[in-house]
């Protein structure tokens, strides 16, 4: 595809003739472009996901559209994000090893990204929904935040490098400010685009009328926009991970933007509690055993973050953030600043966690895993007991020391009748 083409959205029927030449593709799939074949599959609330294969191989082909494909062109969104998701995946794989697809190519005027097929992985959330389990799944969340936490940040990186990478995201302006109104502002008032389960009228009118919870919010949106400590991935749920029954991979960080340590992994947190809260729904043999489950992988992954965290304070620390300088060359022990550090960046996480769960419920962009719980009546109870846990996560972060209180306050709202 020539670099000079306007853009122009790919279809099933045109992408093999337009990437026919393309040789990330043709490395792959082989030269007749005539024997590819093009699939759309792309579920996300944003753009043109294909999957191309012929009989040598196969890759993903994904294009934003210049509008929010959830909603339609009546919300216009520039296709130069495709060139911060690219900018994101280059890091990520640089951070992490072997957590995020290959890039192959990236075309910044057609705002598309040629990458790695995860195969046979599959969307996590689907996984969840279903009650399939997935071997070293909590770890791989915890070692993914924490590298990509450390590592992107000036504990870690030449403060040069961090500052000008800062400078190079700023750039994006409405992927941050999508975020900001969907996840930390209209879930709390009648916003035009927010939809909820009518049965939870009462409960959400009291939720909306809380001014210490909106104002606590509104307090962590400040830190989302304002403290740049780190890359995040910044939207980490279910449905930007895809899995086997023993391999991870993180996908779709189309919605990095610098911002808190604490980010991913309170989002991330929040989805696997919502998997948590749905299961009732779905299932009924093994309910018990799989929401363990659920609640074994939060906690492996809030151990493994800190683990992670600690080793790389130790192992990497060479940011201008608490110089070894400052600490071990003057004979100072630095773990007591290293674990108040992950006892602030707990407390946020469990804040941005108590936001998430609400906004899944309350906003725009919904969830699966209540959302396909076709009869309201059903579906209440279970969204009442997450949003009821998320006001106490964003009030009372503080008491929530450790994943065992979390998993004990998920226990106890799992066995609230509310509705
Ligand atoms: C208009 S985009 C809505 C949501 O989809 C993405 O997955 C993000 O979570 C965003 O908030
Ligand atoms: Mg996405």
């Known amino acids: 595809m020539s670099n000079s083409a306007a853009y122009e959205p790919l279809t099933p029927e045109s992408l093999a003739g337009r990437l026919g030449t393309l040789e990330a593709v043709t490395r792959r799939l082989g030269p007749d472009y005539s024997q590819w074949t093009v699939h759309e599959v792309g579920d996300g609330n944003l753009n043109l996901v294909f999957i191309v294969a012929s009989t ?24 130069y994000r495709a060139f911060f998701e690219n900018c994101a995946l280059v890091r990520q794989a640089q951070r992490t090893q072997g957590c995020v697809p290959e890039v192959f190519h990236f075309d910044d005027v057609q ?9 046979p992985h599959v969307i996590l959330r689907n996984k969840l929904i279903k009650g399939e389990r997935v071997a070293g799944l909590g770890i791989f969340v915890g070692e993914f935040c924490a590298q990509t936490a450390f590592r992107g940040s000036e504990l870690s990186m030449k403060s040069a490098d961090k500052k000008a990478d800062v400078g190079i995201f700023s750039g994006n302006v409405e992927i941050p400010a999508i975020s900001e109104s969907l996840v930390f502002t209209d879930p709390y008032f009648a916003a035009a685009r927010n939809s909820h389960n009518h049965l939870l009228d009462p409960l959400v009118e009291s939720l909306r009328s809380n001014v210490e919870l909106k104002s606590r919010v509104q307090k962590m949106l400040m830190k989302f926009a304002s403290n740049a400590e780190t890359m995040l991935h910044g939207d980490l749920h279910s449905g930007s991970i895809m899995s086997t029954d023993n391999e991870s991979k993180v996908i779709d960080p189309e919605f990095v933007q610098y911002g808190p340590m604490s980010f991913d992994l309170g989002m991330v947190t929040a989805n696997f509690l919502m998997a948590y809260f749905s299961q009732p729904a779905h299932r009924g043999d093994e309910l018990d055993d799989y929401q363990q489950w659920i609640l074994s992988v939060i906690s492996e992954s809030l151990q493994t973050f800190r683990t992670e965290f600690r080793r790389l ?20 022990d630095s773990s007591m600043a290293c674990d108040q550090l992950l006892a602030d960046i707990n407390i946020d996480a469990m804040v941005f966690c108590g936001i998430e769960m609400h906004r899944r419920c309350l906003s725009l962009a919904h969830n699966a895993d209540f959302e396909k719980i076709e009869d309201p009546a059903i579906r209440a109870p279970l969204e009442a007991r997450n949003l009821e846990m998320g006001a106490q996560l964003i009030l009372e972060a503080n008491t929530v020391s450790d994943e065992s209180l979390l998993i004990s306050m998920a226990e106890r709202y799992n066995q609230r009748n509310i509705l």
Do not use: C
Request: aromatic share 10%.
């Open 56 to 79: 040598t191989g196969s890759v993903i082909v994904k294009q934003a559209l210049p509008y929010v494909r959830l909603v339609g062109d009546s919300w216009p969104l520039p296709l």
């Open 111 to 119: 705002a598309l990204i040629v990458m790695e097929h995860l195969r």
């Open 313 to 332: 304070w130790n192992t990497e620390r060479t940011g201008m953030l608490f110089p070894t300088s400052l600490f071990e060359d003057q004979g100072h």
